[in-house]
C-alpha cells in the first residue's frame, strides 16, 4: 500500500491554484463552499466560485490515505472506482465547452471519453462490475486535472461572454453547468 500524507491543509493544496483566490475558501484554517453562485456577478466572482468548487473536489479526493482507493471498487458494484470520479469533472467541464464552442479541441481525448459517463445503477449502464475499463495513473488524473484547471481559468478571464445575459444561450453557461456538477 502507498500511503499519502498530508501535514496540514497546505499541503492537501495543488501547487497550481491560484492562491489570490484561497482567501475566499479557507476560513479558520478550513475549507468553506462558497454560497450559490449569483449567474450576473461577473467575471471574480466566477473565478471565485470555480476555484471554491475546485478546491472543494481537491480536498475530498486528498483525504483518501492510500493510492490503492482510488481503483477500489465499491462493495456493491454499481459505481466506478473513485478514480473515475476525480476526474469526471473535469472531463464534463472540457465537454461541455466543446459543445458550447468556448474550446476547439479536447485537452485528452481519451480522458474526455473514459470519464464522460457515469453510472445510473441500471442494468443497462454500464457494467461495473467487469474489468472492462483501464484506468489511467493517478499522477495521470492529476497532470489531467491540472491543465483543465488552467484553461478554464483563462477562458473565465478572457472571455467577452459575460457581457450578454447570462442564460442558455451563453456559451458560458457550460461552465455554470460544470461548476454545479462539480458540487
Known amino acids: 500500500d502507498q500511503k499519502i500524507t498530508y501535514n496540514h491543509l497546505a499541503e492537501q493544496i495543488p501547487e497550481y491554484i491560484d492562491k489570490q483566490y484561497l482567501k475566499y475558501s479557507i476560513k479558520n484554517n ?3 463552499s462558497l454560497p450559490f453562485l449569483d449567474v450576473n456577478a461577473g467575471k471574480e466572482a ?42 469526471h469533472v473535469a472531463s464534463l467541464y472540457v465537454n461541455k465547452m466543446l459543445v458550447a464552442g468556448l474550446i476547439e479541441q479536447p485537452v485528452n481525448a481519451d480522458f474526455e471519453s473514459v470519464f464522460e459517463t457515469g453510472v445510473d445503477e441500471m442494468t443497462w449502464d454500464v457494467d461495473t ?17 491540472k491543465q483543465v484547471y488552467q484553461l478554464v481559468s483563462k477562458i473565465i478571464e478572457e472571455t467577452n461572454y459575460f457581457a450578454q445575459p447570462l442564460n442558455q444561450q451563453n456559451p458560458l453557461w457550460a461552465i455554470l453547468m460544470s461548476f454545479e456538477h462539480e458540487r
Open 46 to 87: 466566477y473565478l471565485k466560485y470555480f476555484n471554491n468548487c475546485w478546491l472543494l473536489t481537491e480536498a475530498l479526493f486528498h483525504s483518501l490515505k492510500y493510492k490503492e482507493s482510488f481503483y477500489q471498487k465499491p462493495y456493491h458494484l454499481l459505481r466506478h472506482p473513485l478514480i473515475f470520479y476525480y476526474g
Open 30 to 32: 478550513k475549507i468553506i
Open 129 to 145: 462490475a467487469a474489468d472492462e475499463i483501464s484506468w489511467p495513473a493517478l499522477e495521470e488524473v492529476q497532470e489531467y486535472r
